[in-house]
C-alpha cells in the first residue's frame, strides 16, 4: 500500500513549529506495512491543498492529511479537500450529536464551523479535542494537534496495511565511499536493501521484508567493516 503524507500549516514552513507529525505518521505507517511515498507540507491555503490532494489522490492508495481543522479564519484544510474532489462543506449533525454527547457541549456553544466536514465524507470522531477528521474516499483528514491526531490515526491503522519490512543496522568507522564495495556485494548475495548515512562513522540500514534474510546480511556487514558493531 503506497501512501503520501501531507503536513498543514504556514507555521511548518516558517520553521516556528517542529513538523513531528510527519516523522511520527511515517513511522507508524511502516510499521503497519505501508510504503510512504511522498511526503510535503503546504501552506493553509485551499487552493494548494486542493491541487495536493488531487495529485496524491491519483497517484497513491491513499492520502493522510493533517492540520488545518477548525473553525478559525486560517483552518482551510477541510475546505481544500473538499474542492479536491468537488463537495461541498457543511454541517454534520453526526458531528455535532457526537459533541454533544461524547464531548459534554451544548450544541448552541459549538463555534459556526465546527461540524463542517464535505458532505459525503466518513466522520472520525476526536476523542482528545473538538475538531473532527473525516474520510473522503482515500484521503484522511486529521488534525494537526499531536495529542488529538494520534488518537485519531489508531482508530484507522487497521486501513493501512503491506509487508512489513525488517531493519537491522550496522554502524562502521570508515569513510562511506570505502563501503561501497561491500554494499554490492552484500546485495549480491542477500534479497536486502542497504541505505548508508554518514556522521560520526556510516550508519548503514539493512531491510526487507525477511527477517532471516536482514539479519543475515546484517551478519555479513559487520564481519567485514571495521567498528561495525555499536
Do not use: K
Amino acid at each position: 500500500m503506497d501512501v503520501a503524507v501531507v503536513t498543514v500549516g504556514d507555521e511548518l514552513l516558517s520553521g516556528e513549529t517542529e513538523n513531528t507529525n510527519a516523522t511520527w505518521l511515517c513511522r507508524r505507517l511502516t510499521e503497519r506495512g505501508a510504503r510512504v511515498r511522498r511526503v510535503t507540507t503546504v501552506p493553509d491555503d485551499e487552493a494548494d491543498i486542493a491541487r495536493v490532494v488531487n495529485e496524491f489522490h491519483a497517484e497513491y492508495d491513499a492520502t493522510v492529511v493533517t492540520g488545518g481543522l477548525g473553525p478559525t479564519h486560517d483552518d482551510r484544510t477541510m475546505a481544500g479537500v473538499a474542492a479536491a474532489f468537488g463537495r461541498e462543506v457543511g454541517h454534520s449533525q453526526e458531528v455535532e450529536d457526537w459533541l454533544v454527547e461524547h464531548g459534554g457541549y451544548a450544541a448552541g456553544d459549538l463555534a459556526a464551523g465546527t461540524t463542517a466536514i464535505p458532505a459525503d465524507a466518513r466522520v472520525l470522531h476526536n476523542v482528545e479535542g473538538v475538531a473532527p477528521g473525516a474520510v473522503v474516499e482515500s484521503t484522511y483528514v486529521l488534525p494537526g494537534v499531536p495529542g488529538e491526531m494520534r488518537p485519531m490515526f489508531e482508530a484507522v491503522a487497521d486501513e493501512f496495511e503491506g509487508d512489513v519490512v525488517h531493519v537491522e543496522t550496522v554502524f562502521a568507522a570508515e569513510p562511506e565511499s570505502a563501503l561501497v564495495d561491500r554494499f554490492e556485494r552484500a546485495q549480491e548475495e542477500f534479497d536486502v536493501t542497504i541505505g548508508s548515512y554518514p556522521g560520526d562513522g556510516v550508519r548503514i540500514r539493512v531491510s526487507a521484508t525477511d527477517a532471516d534474510e536482514v539479519a543475515a546480511a546484517a551478519a555479513w556487514l559487520r564481519e567485514r567493516v571495521d567498528g561495525g558493531e555499536e
